[in-house]
C-alpha cells in the first residue's frame, strides 16, 4: 500500500474482542472459546501474540501459585498478603477471586507444555518463596500463545488499536475498537459485542534512567505503552489506585531481577561500606507510616524507602552480596540462569562493565516508575466484582466489567488487584472471558452499533501525523526539527522530562507536591494541545504517536490522582511533601477518577476498602 492512498478500510466482527494477546489477552481468548463454543471470538495485538508482551522474553519464576493441592497457602493467605505489600489499600473481592482460580492456570500451563521444577525430594513444585515457583520458563509465552491461537476465530497481529467504539443506540455502551495495521497501514474497524482490554501497563511514563543509547532499555517492557488505561480512559471508564506507580529496587543499568537472588540464593545487601542498613531507618520509617513497618514481610516500598534515605545520606551505593553465595558452583549456575531466561541485557551489562558476582557484589538501584496493575502496584480500571463474594458497592454489573457497560479488562489493565503477575493475569484474564461471554448470551437480540460517523472521524485522526508530516518536512532541509510538527520521540522525552520533575521521577527523589502537580497539569495540558501537531514519517512513527497519546492520558491521570490523595501512602514509591505522612484516618480508601473526553475535566471521588478477609 501507498502510505498516503489507497488505504484499505478492514471490517472484523466479533461477539468478543480481546485487545492485547499478552497474558491476560490470551486467558481471556482461551476462556471465552471455552465457555462460548458457537462465538466468535477476536484477539487483536499490536505485536505478535507469539512473543509479545512483558513475558515475551521469557520468565524463570511463576509468581502467584497457592500449592492448595499440597495445602501450602489458601487464597485468603494470598490477600492477607497483598493487602500487607500495598499498605492496606486492595480490592480483596478481586483478589480472593484470583487466588481461587490461579492454580488451575498453573496446571494448565504444565499441560501445555511449560517445564515447571520440581522438588526431588517432595515432587511439588519447587519454591523460590512462599508465593513463587521455579520453571524453565524461556518458552513461556510461545506455550501461553499457543493456547489462545487455537481457542480463537481470529488473531489480528500487527494492528495497534487507538480507540473504542461505543455503541450509537444506548449511552455508556461499548460496540467495538478502532485501530490500524503497523505494516500495511490498513485502518481496521472492529464491532464487538464486548470488548475486554488486555493491553498491559506502561513504562516510558517517567523519564528512565537509562537515557540516550540506552533509552530502550526499562524494566517493564518498552512497549508496555499504556493503551490499557488510555483506551478506557477515553470512554469515559472510572480509574483507580492510578496514584500507586511502582518503583523496582534492580541490579543497576540492567535492571535485572533480585527475587532469586534474595529468596534463592540467600543473598543481602549492604550499603557502599559493607554496613546492613535497613534497620538504621526503622524508626524514621515508623514515624512516617507507623505500624505498617513492622508487618511481615515488610511492604515493598518501605524497602525502597530504606535504600533512598541511605543513598541520600551519603553511604551509597546499595550492593547485592552476592560474592558468598557465588561460591557455590550450583548458586552461581542459578544465578546466571536466572538472568538467561528473562533478562539477558542484565548479564550483557556485567560482561561489559568487568563484574563478575562471583568476585563483585554488584550495584543496586531504583528504577524510574511505572504504571501497571499486576505487580507490587495495583493502579487500573475500576471493575465489578465476583457475584457470590464481592460488597454490594462493588458491584453493577458482570465481573471483571468496567462502568462501561460491555467493556472488560484484566492483567495490569484492572486497578486494586496487586500481585497477580503472569499467572494471575492470565487467570483474571479467564474470569473475565467467562464473564463477557455470559454477557454476550444475555445481550440476545439487542446488540450494539457503531456509527459510520464516528469512525470515519477517528480514521481521520489517526493518519493525520502521516499528513503532517508530509506536508511539515517540505519546510527543512535536514534535520528533525521542524516549526510545524512535533516527531513522537519529542514529545515523549517531553513528557518523561514533565512526569520526572513535577509528578515524583528520579530526579527528584520520588519527591512532589500540590503546587509541583498542579504546575505538571499545567505542563501537560499544553502538550496535549500540541499533540495536533504530531509528525509521523512512517508507519512505525504512527504507532509511536499513538503510544505516546495514551502514555500521555494515562500520565494526566496519574498526575490528578497523585493530586487527589493527600498523604504519602507508599514512601519509596513516592512522597507527597506537603503531606509526608500515612493517613489512615483520612485516606484508607480507594481513589476514583472519571474522565469527560468532551470537557477534558477530570471529576475524583473516594471509594472504601472493604477488608473481607481477617
Ligand atoms: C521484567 C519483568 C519481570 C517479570 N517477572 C515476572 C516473574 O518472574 N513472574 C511472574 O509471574 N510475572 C512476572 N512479571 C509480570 C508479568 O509479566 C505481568 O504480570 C503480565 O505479563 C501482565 O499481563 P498483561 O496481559 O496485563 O500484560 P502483557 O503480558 O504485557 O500483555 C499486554 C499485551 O497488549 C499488547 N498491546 C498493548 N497495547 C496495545 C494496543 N494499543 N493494541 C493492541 N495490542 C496492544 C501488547 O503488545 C501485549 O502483548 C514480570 C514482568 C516484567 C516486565
Request: aromatic share 10%; hydrophobic share 35%; with cysteine.
Amino acid at each position: 500500500m501507498g502510505l498516503f492512498g489507497g488505504r484499505r478500510t478492514v471490517f472484523v466482527d466479533a461477539d468478543i474482542l480481546v485487545i492485547g494477546g499478552g497474558m491476560a489477552g490470551c486467558g481471556a481468548t482461551y476462556e471465552s472459546r471455552y465457555w462460548g463454543r458457537d462465538l466468535k471470538i477476536v484477539c487483536v495485538e499490536k505485536a505478535n501474540i507469539e512473543r509479545s508482551g512483558a513475558v515475551a522474553q521469557g520468565l524463570y519464576a511463576i509468581n502467584c501459585y497457592m500449592g492448595m493441592q499440597w495445602g501450602e497457602n489458601q487464597p485468603e493467605d494470598h490477600v492477607r498478603y497483598a493487602r500487607n505489600d500495598l499498605m492496606g489499600l486492595v480490592r480483596e473481592d478481586l483478589g480472593y477471586d484470583i487466588a481461587r482460580h490461579v492454580d488451575s492456570t498453573v496446571h494448565k500451563f504444565e499441560e501445555w507444555g511449560l517445564p515447571i521444577m520440581r522438588d526431588p525430594k517432595t515432587g511439588r513444585y519447587q519454591r523460590e518463596g512462599k508465593w513463587q515457583i521455579m520453571i524453565h520458563g524461556e518458552s513461556y509465552k510461545p506455550i501461553v500463545a499457543e493456547a489462545a491461537r487455537k481457542a480463537a476465530t481470529e488473531v489480528c497481529n500487527r494492528i495497534m488499536v487507538t480507540h473504542l467504539l461505543m455503541d450509537a443506540k444506548k449511552a455508556n455502551r461499548v460496540a467495538g475498537a478502532v485501530g490500524f495495521n503497523v505494516r500495511t497501514g490498513d485502518f481496521h474497524v472492529f464491532r464487538a459485542k464486548a470488548v475486554i482490554v488486555c493491553a498491559g501497563g506502561a513504562s516510558h511514563i517517567f523519564k528512565p534512567r537509562s537515557v540516550g543509547e540506552g533509552m530502550g532499555r526499562t524494566w517493564y517492557a518498552p512497549w508496555s505503552s499504556a493503551s490499557a488505561y488510555a483506551l478506557p480512559i477515553q470512554v469515559g471508564a472510572k480509574m483507580t489506585q492510578m496514584e500507586n506507580r511502582i518503583v523496582l529496587t534492580r541490579f543497576k543499568d540492567g535492571y535485572g531481577p533480585v527475587g532469586a537472588y534474595f529468596l534463592h540464593l540467600k543473598t543481602y545487601t549492604e550499603n557502599g561500606y559493607g554496613e546492613e542498613y535497613e534497620k538504621r531507618w526503622y524508626e524514621d520509617t515508623k514515624a512516617l507510616v507507623g505500624d505498617y513497618i513492622d508487618r511481615h514481610p515488610v511492604p515493598t516500598c518501605l524497602r525502597n524507602h530504606a535504600i533512598l534515605r541511605e543513598v541520600a545520606a551519603g553511604r551509597g551505593p546499595i550492593r547485592m552480596v552476592t560474592r558468598e553465595a557465588f561460591q557455590d558452583p550450583h548458586k552461581e549456575t542459578v544465578g546466571w540462569e536466572n538472568f538467561l531466561g528473562m533478562t539477558i541485557g542484565q548479564a550483557v551489562v556485567w560482561a561489559s562493565q568487568n563484574i563478575d558476582p562471583k568476585h563483585i557484589n554488584p550495584e543496586l538501584t531504583t528504577s524510574e516508575p511505572y504504571v501497571m496493575g499486576s505487580h507490587a502496584t495495583c493502579s487500573g480500571a475500576w471493575a465489578s466484582g465476583p457475584e457470590d463474594y464481592a460488597p454490594e458497592e462493588y458491584q453493577w454489573g458482570y465481573n471483571r466489567m468496567m462502568t462501561v457497560e460491555g467493556l472488560f479488562g484484566a492483567g495490569d489493565t484492572i486497578g486494586g488487584t496487586a500481585h497477580k503477575f503472569s499467572s494471575g493475569s492470565f487467570t483474571e484474564g479467564r474470569i473475565a472471558g467467562k464473564a463477557a461471554v455470559k454477557y454476550v448470551k444475555d445481550m440476545k437480540n439487542g446488540q450494539p452499533q457503531v456509527s459510520e460517523q464516528e469512525y470515519r472521524h477517528l480514521e481521520n485522526l489517526i493518519y493525520q501525523p502521516l499528513e503532517n508530516y508530509r506536508i511539515g518536512r517540505n519546510e527543512i532541509v535536514a534535520g528533525t526539527v521542524s516549526p510545524s510538527y512535533l516527531l513522537p520521540i519529542h514529545g515523549l522525552q517531553r513528557l518523561e522530562k514533565i512526569m520526572d520533575e513535577y509528578v515524583g521521577g528520579i530526579s527528584t527523589n520520588y519527591m512532589t507536591n500540590g503546587v509541583l502537580l498542579e504546575r505538571g497539569l499545567e505542563l501537560l495540558a499544553m502538550l496535549k494541545e500540541d499533540m495536533s501537531n504530531m509528525g509521523a514519517e512512517d508507519l512505525h512513527s504512527l504507532q509511536r504517536t499513538w503510544e505516546l497519546h495514551h502514555r500521555l492520558l494515562a500520565s494526566e491521570s496519574v498526575t490528578q490522582h497523585t493530586l487527589f490523595r493527600e498523604e504519602t501512602r507508599w514512601p519509596g514509591y513516592y512522597y507527597r511533601g506537603d503531606h509526608m505522612k500515612l493517613d489512615d484516618e483520612n485516606w484508607h480508601c480507594f481513589t476514583l477518577s472519571r474522565y469527560d473526553r468532551n470537557t477534558g475535566k477530570w471529576e475524583m471521588e473516594k471509594a472504601p476498602v472493604y477488608h473481607i478477609v481477617d
